[in-house]
């Protein structure tokens, strides 16, 4: 489904000209980024570490790991417990601080902000499971007509989507060893 298919099966549901279609997408996308966790939104940088900190990227929404040549664990600010060769680390604002003696750079694994669906620009939630922006922006139009009744049916079913979006992370996730018999593979 591209960008202009989209626009047009919402505007056959909501037979309406008038209504603030775009709104209702950024309204969605606004929620589906802090409900939607999935394999496709990681992202993994390299950031220098300057005066004890780290500045998170514009797109960053949550930690998956922090890694060096040292163990770096997350920490209370007022107390960091800490071994031999470990650094601890807490988020204030947009930074990531850390105590202990880190390395000069460091390499985060996070969880990344999808951008902006546009005629111009999808994203992998868009071009994965176009069903869920069909529900959430559905649900936003149905919000914006104050009917109840429709905002439920879509919550369900944006509901729905979004547990399909959680059973293909799981599936993508799964990794292990393949156990190899004498003469084949099991």
Wanted: contains cysteine; proline residues 4%.
């Amino acid at each position: 489904m591209d960008y202009d298919s989209f626009i047009a099966t919402i505007q056959s549901y909501t037979i309406r000209d008038d209504a603030p279609i775009d709104s209702f997408i950024r309204r969605a996308e606004s929620y589906l980024r802090t409900v939607t966790k999935h394999y496709l939104a990681e992202k993994t940088v390299v950031l220098p570490i300057d005066v004890g900190a780290i500045t998170l990227p514009t797109d960053f929404l949550e930690i998956r790991t922090v890694t060096g040549t040292k163990l770096y664990k997350p920490v209370a600010v007022q107390a960091a417990n800490l071994c031999e060769n470990e650094v601890g680390y807490y988020r204030t604002g947009n930074r990531l601080v850390f105590v202990g003696e880190p390395d000069a750079t460091v390499e985060l694994l996070y969880w990344a902000a999808f951008p902006d669906l546009t005629e111009d620009q999808s994203n992998w939630l868009f071009e994965r499971f176009p069903n869920v922006y069909i529900a959430a922006v559905l649900k936003e139009f149905h919000r914006w007509q104050t009917s109840s009744e429709g905002v439920q049916v879509e919550g369900q079913a944006l509901q729905e989507s979004l547990s399909i979006v959680a059973e293909d992370d799981r599936r993508g996730r799964q990794t292990g060893p393949l156990i190899m018999g004498a003469a084949r593979w099991q």
